[in-house]
């Protein structure tokens, strides 16, 4: 599916503590791009097959020629996504399936080496870029904010002082957006891997029966990506503006096997509720675009994960889905992992307009409230509040 708007992957990791000591047996094999499934508690409905544009085998150990490591992963996924974001492109990779099947650690990974995720691997190559390509005419602008979504209130993961309830806004020309959200403006990796960090631990996690550290709400990193180019004859500037969107969304859970109770149970209905819009979202698109007709009506109000992400499922974008499974914990009857490959497996067909973002003369008025009217860059770590209305 070489060129396709939506890119598709699985990941299957290996088995939890958990899963170990209770003897699990992995229900799910790979060959090539094909992911087969078995339950063995219906023999009879035999092995599924899926293919997507990727299937990782990450279950085993780096010796197995099959596995996929973080690195790997990032260069199919997060390389082709960069390469779209330096022509022009609006880019979203966003991580998908149930609590602890391993999302979080393909977003971000780990601090040791060979663990890093898709995230400050991209953060990286991005000023590796910048630093190649830049020269007197042509100039780079970095900018980053980051957010979560918890029990369906926007909390802003780089202001200490923020308590969440950042209101949702729509610009005409420009979409979904957060009021008031920070957006910091980098200089090198080392600015983007403090700002991670500070956000990470801000992040809002808690233990449960299948989850030490399960993270409780959606999590959006956001880079505003600008390139200006001045020609020396004409004197006249053009700029190009990208958004790379890179999402941790909350595991789906059922709260018999979660454990959860009290505020545990509150959130998790809230997550799946985010999670079953995305799904309503996706199954609207897909089935429009095997139509061939515009949909009637698209859900993308009723939750604010998909209101933020209307752009990145139904609009100017180039989405990169990836569904974390887990290998032994499998239930085919409809429940939430299931939902992670059925999801993006239907979401390939999702239709897409003109995805690179326009090529204008740089003028600061050009689009009121937008990502050109947002002025010179800052230093790192001088607060700029989003200011369109």
Not at 86 to 105: D, H, M, R, W
Not at 236 to 255: N, W
Request: proline share 5%; net charge positive.
């Amino acid at each position: 599916m070489a060129g396709a708007s939506v890119k598709v992957a699985v990941r299957v990791r290996p088995f939890s503590a958990r899963e170990s000591s209770r003897q699990a047996k992995c229900v799910i094999q790979m060959r090539g791009n094909t992911t087969c499934i078995t339950n063995p508690k219906l023999p009879k409905d035999g092995t599924k097959h899926f293919t997507f544009d990727y299937s990782y085998w990450s279950h085993t150990s780096e010796e197995d020629p099959n596995f996929a490591s973080q690195r790997r992963v990032y260069q199919d996924i997060g390389e082709e996504m960069l390469a779209h974001a330096f022509e022009g492109y609006n880019v979203c990779i966003l991580a998908y399936g149930q609590t602890g099947a391993g999302k979080s650690y393909t977003m971000m990974g780990r601090q040791e080496p060979g663990q890093r995720g898709i995230i400050p691997q991209l953060c990286e190559d991005l000023f590796a870029r910048v630093a190649r390509e830049g020269s007197p005419e042509l100039s780079f602008s970095v900018e980053v904010s980051y957010l979560e979504i918890y029990c369906e209130r926007v909390r802003d993961l780089l202001n200490p002082k923020s308590r969440g309830g950042l209101r949702v806004r729509e610009h005409p020309l420009l979409g979904p957006y957060v009021q008031d959200l920070s957006r910091l403006a980098v200089a090198s990796f080392a600015d983007i891997a403090d700002l991670m960090d500070s956000g990470n631990k801000a992040r809002t996690v808690a233990a449960t029966n299948m989850n030490e550290t399960s993270s409780r709400s959606h999590a959006v990193f956001s880079i505003v990506f600008s390139q200006r180019r001045q020609d020396p004859l004409s004197e006249l500037a053009t700029e190009k503006v990208s958004r790379i969107s890179l999402v941790d969304l909350a595991g789906s859970e059922r709260a018999d096997a979660s454990g959860a109770k009290g505020i545990r149970l509150k959130e998790g209905a809230n997550i799946n509720k985010s999670l079953t819009t995305l799904g309503k979202v996706i199954s609207a698109l897909a089935e429009a675009t095997s139509k061939k007709k515009k949909p009637e009506f698209i859900p993308y109000r009723d939750s604010v994960l998909t209101w933020l992400l209307k752009e990145n499922l139904g609009g100017n974008s180039r989405t990169a889905m990836i569904a974390a499974l887990s290998p032994g914990r499998l239930q085919l009857r409809g429940d939430a992992e299931h939902a992670a490959v059925r999801g993006p497996h239907e979401a390939d067909p999702l239709p897409r307009g003109d995805q690179r973002g326009p090529e204008r003369a740089a003028d600061p008025r050009a689009a009121p409230g937008g990502d050109a009217a947002q002025g010179a860059a800052q230093r790192p770590g001088k607060r700029k509040k989003s200011s369109q209305s």
